[in-house]
């Protein structure tokens, strides 16, 4: 079955472009274009399904390699470069003898082969080496691709489904679901790439497709320029990755992920202060990593990206899309751990994006942005384990947080729909006897995002805490252990506020009666434009634009399904009381629920290994024996190999070096291996084994201090929302600049808008008058002294020259003219006179001689 | 061809009645009576024809050009010049200069005609080997041989004879060519001659000018152009 | 002056031989070839004369006329002279005569056409105030 892998991303391609090209054009029924959406994704994700289970469940001669689909056919000769100059890292290359390496592969080029590519001369300092740049369009079914796959079919599935009855009423369902199939398409490309270029094309991909969905109400500025900033910064991080990947084609000769960490895990690690070629390629690709996951400071994109309807807000930024950077992060995670200084780096941007969001989003009043903040932070949490070299926990947390934040956010979108297009949680409360499917599902993710035992976020965010604390790879362990343990603090606080505020406590929304006239002409005038976005305002929201008095809320063709679910007819006054949503939102929300609650259990860690028995139970169903063989081990400078090696011919050998080498990222289990990253200072894991001498020990004592972390966050959101309400008002009073600072989100746009918006503004500004003054002056200056010139040159000919040849005229005129009129009388006989008279010369001068004799005679005789 | 006896006196008469009439045909104030000295001149010079042998031509002179020509200038006289003589103290010369310039011109030719025949008639006479006189008594005598006339009083020539055989045997081009002359000539008078309502029955003007004298005189609209 | 006049008279009309009168008479009696000539070009220098300075047009035309009769004559004169000196082509004289004459008749006929046009369009016969050509 994991040769049918290639049909996953086609198949929502299909459904989008059915949808897209003939759902207006042919007046699709909702009915149909849902079917044909949720129908594409389910097939998509059934054949994952089974692809991932025959790869790595019976027995697939490939596991734990990658199986790219090139090796039964499938793959399209996308780009044939030709020799490309491989000439960056040639110190490092030369250390590692790659030469000799690049020979053999000469010497097995056919004769033919060798003919047809011939080295291009390069003006090097070294000779040049060449490599045979050949990018092709294949897929990769490997572990990592495997687990993202999953994720983005499955939890899609349920998004999908939950659309169809969100969206139900909207004119643009069809456009709505071909871009969340092309989404889907992008995103799959994206996971299953087995190349770099692939990669950039599904990233580019799901930005535009983020771009398309966050701008869905199109005619609302808000939206507009939501989706305008979410693609720009997304583009900033892009530039990141482009140099990335040209880097790294130019290092490595290659693309393809086999070529480029086959060569990769041979090269020296770059210990901190050492900036190598591979430092340079981590910087590119962490750069890109922001700019889609939203880490400081590219993260100003997320919370507007909550213009977009809810399910695109809960598929692409909580579920996919933004795990799009832990995805690349993890697959290069060879280059990445070769690289400590950006390790180090990639934590601590983590560790303080996560505290910096977490600390926003406790004073947000709009459902969706506090939700948004969150996820902020929880990427935080992601990098933070990436950054300390626990790359299999970051793609757990990746799952667990898809699992949980997708069902809050779906959650939302049902107490939204509820609440008749209501995101302001001031105006919410009680709503827990009205929407008990949402609330129950909800309360699940609450306690998974928490970190409450046996939750899925529990296991994952206690893991990325541990191995902060414990790390050897990077230096600053403890703080970063110490800053994820407060934003973790912060994160069971707002999200038990959300929950007082929204599901808990009296029915605020009785008193302040959602959609009303005025904050209707409010929302009205903001889409024009005219009014300013108020942060104190009652917020706007994701509903379609309205007229005041104008109906608001998603039309219901059910009017009994109406009434039914408002139990109660009379007491109807104007205000519509907020309901359950259809059967098509809650079933996902229920399916998302129960992932969150036992979803976790795929990673139960060593820590437990007294209950379970191992020290990672389940087989290649354990999320971090199904990883490990796509992440390096820098002490063995191998892959890893799963740590039940009990398939597989290769697995034996390789079992023999996993043994006395551990990984250093588990390197505190038990045994304090010497790493190539040296000494990287206090260490607190170490630090606190060495108080209690058993290590187990010293794992409960952090997985406590993280359960106490949480029930203590919990607590005091109870305590300041439902026990005594007067607290959050007393305590922003007291931390005033920090609540200010928090209300306004750290006044990181208003600095950006300062910094980098007016500032390129003034210089386009600037140039502009350079080009219209100076450059348009020369221009228009030209034509000028061209039109002075030719005036000139007009005045000459006019008065000079044809003065000349005017006066000469005169005079001939002068001259001749009154000779000529003369001659012409008009008179005939003047004529016949001037005949004769000619007639007598003529003949006069015919006899001359003889006239002249007969004159010369007769005057002779005279005299 | 030298003349004598009672030639010469004829000559002497006619010649200068054909002076003296062609000087009043050009300072005649009428113009009738400037045609009708002009025929005086034609008989005249007529009459020096036939002294000098030509009868033929002498006819010719008389019925074409008297008959014909002058005839004509009558009429055209009496079409276009009736009114001309009322006003009666017309200048019939015209300007001072152009008179004394053609009298110049006309005294200083005659000097010329005079020495020249004066000169050039004895050089001429010299190069003929026959005595002038001795060869017009030989033509006296051969015009005695030719035959008399009926009346007994003249002699029949042979000059027609003479004029015919060259004519028609070594003219007979120019003979012909002078036909079409005289054809073109009738044509050309004709379509000259013809007023404007002629010419539109005829259907000979050209639209536009049509159009212009329509507008002058409405009349010829109505006029039917004859088409075959 | 009229010192000048008669020895040019006497010179023109000299004669070798006899006395002044004797060959004036002689020649007188004895009209020759030479006298028809000057008839001749009296005719025709009063011809000129007249179509110069006549203002009526009828009467220029009938100048013409006189000097294609002067031309006849002439052509006349020499074909009678030719006869008696012995000349095998003396009678073409005549026949010359014959085409002045009748070119003469064909031009007296296009010009009085003309004339008559002339007088239809500008209603004069004095060719002065006929100056159409006048610049």
Known sequence: MYKYIWLVPLLPLIGAAINGLLGRKFRFSEQLIGGIAVGSVALAFLISVAAVYSYGFSGHPHWPNAYLTSQDGFSFNWIPGGAVSVNQGSAARRDMDLEKQIAEREA??????????????????????????????????????????????????????????????????????AYMGLFMFAMLVLVMGSNFLMMFVGWEGVGLCSYLLIGYYFDRQEAANASRKAFITNRIGDFGFALAIFGIIATFGSAQYTEVFNQAKSYPIELLGHWGVLSWISLGLFIGACGKSAQLPLHVWLPDAMAGPTPVSALIHAATMVTAGLYMVTRTNVIFQHSQTMLLVVALIGMATAIFAAIIGITQNDIKKVLAYSTVSQLGFMFMAAGVGAFVISIFHVMTHAFFKALMFLGAGSVIHGMHHEQDMRRMGGLKKYMPYTYWTFFAGWLAICGIIPFSGFWS??????????????????????????????????????????????????????????????????????????????????????????????????????????????????????????????????????????????????????????????????????????????????????????????????????????????????????????????????????????????????????????????????????????????????????????????????????????????????????????????????????????????????????????????????????????????????????????????????????????????????? | MTLSGYEALFFWIFALAAIFAGLLTVMARNAVHSALFLISSLVSVAALFVLSGAEFIAGVQILVYVGGVMVLFLFVIMLVNVGAEEKGSEEIFNNQRQVTASLIFCLLLVGGVLYAVSQGFPALQAKNKTDPLAAAAEQVARDRSLAKGATGTSRITADTEHIGNNLYRYASLPFEIASVLLLVAIIGSVMLARTLRQEVSADDVDPETLQEEIALDPELAKLEPRSE | MLNFFIPILAFLFQQEGQGRFTRTWEAAAHPDLSKFLVIGALLFIIGVAGVLTRRNIIVIFMSIELILNAANLNFIAFSRYLQETGNVNAVAGQIFAVFVIVVAAAEAAIGLGIVIALYRNKETIWVDEIDLLKW
């Open chain 1, 108 to 177: 097995s080029m056919t004769p033919e082969e060798r003919a047809e590519h011939k080295p291009q001369a390069y003006m090097t300092v070294d000779p040049p080496r060449y490599a045979l740049l050949n990018i092709e369009w294949s897929y990769q079914l490997d572990p990592l691709s495997a687990v993202f796959m999953l994720i983005v079919t499955g939890v899609g599935l349920c998004i999908f489904i939950f659309a169809t009855g969100y969206m139900h009423g909207e004119t643009g369902f069809y456009r709505f679901f």
């Open chain 1, 461 to 863: 965010k206690d893991e990325i805490l541990w191995n902060a604390a414990s790390t050897t790879q990077i230096p600053l362990g403890w703080l970063v252990w110490l800053v994820g343990t407060i934003a973790a603090t912060c994160t069971a606080f707002y999200m038990t506020r959300l929950m007082a505020m929204t599901f808990w406590g009296k029915e605020r929304f009785l008193e302040h009666p959602a959609g009303g006239e005025a904050d209707e002409a409010h929302a009205s005038a903001y889409d024009k434009g005219a009014a300013p976005h108020d942060a104190a305002a009652w917020s706007a929201g994701d509903r379609p634009r309205h007229e005041p008095g104008e109906h608001v809320g998603p039309v219901h063709e059910d009017v009994a399904h109406h009434v039914a679910t408002h139990g109660h007819g009379a007491g109807h006054h104007g205000a519509h009381l907020p309901h359950e949503s259809p059967r098509s939102m809650w079933v996902p929300l229920v399916v998302l629920a129960v992932l969150a609650t036992i979803g976790g259990l795929i990673g139960i860690g060593p820590a437990f290994e007294s209950v379970t028995g191992s020290k990672h139970p389940g087989g290649n169903l354990n999320i971090s024996n199904w990883l490990a063989p796509i992440v390096w081990n820098p002490v063995t400078r191998e892959f890893n190999v799963p740590h039940d090696a009990s398939h597989g011919a290769e697995a034996a050998p390789a079992a023999e070096h996993a043994a006395p080498a551990p990984a250093p990222s588990e390197g505190g289990h038990g045994e304090f291996v010497a790493t190539p990253y040296g000494d990287t200072g206090f260490n607190l894991a170490h630090a606190v084994d060495n108080v209690t001498h058993k290590h187990s020990l010293t794992e409960w004592t952090f997985i406590l201090i993280s359960l106490l972390v949480a029930g203590i966050g919990m607590v005091l959101g109870w305590l300041f929302y439902r026990k005594s309400p007067r607290l959050p008002d007393i305590w922003a009073q007291r931390l005033r600049p920090l609540y200010a600072a928090s209300y306004n989100k750290f006044w990181v746009d208003e600095f950006y808008g300062w910094a980098i918006t007016r500032r390129v503004m003034d210089a386009a500004r600037g140039v502009f008058a350079f080009d219209s003054r100076i450059v348009d002056g020369i221009v228009n200056g030209l034509a000028t002294v061209s039109r002075g010139f030719s005036l000139v040159v007009g005045a000459v000919d006019k008065y000079f020259v044809d003065g000349i040849v005017n006066t000469i005229a005169a005079f001939i005129k002068r001259l001749m003219s009154p000779l000529l009129r003369a001659a012409q009388t008009g008179f005939t006989q003047n004529y016949a006179l001037v005949m004769v008279l000619g007639l007598m010369v003529a003949v006069a001068l015919f006899f001359a001689g003889d006239i002249a004799r007969a004159l010369k005679q007769m005057l002779g005789a005279a005299m």
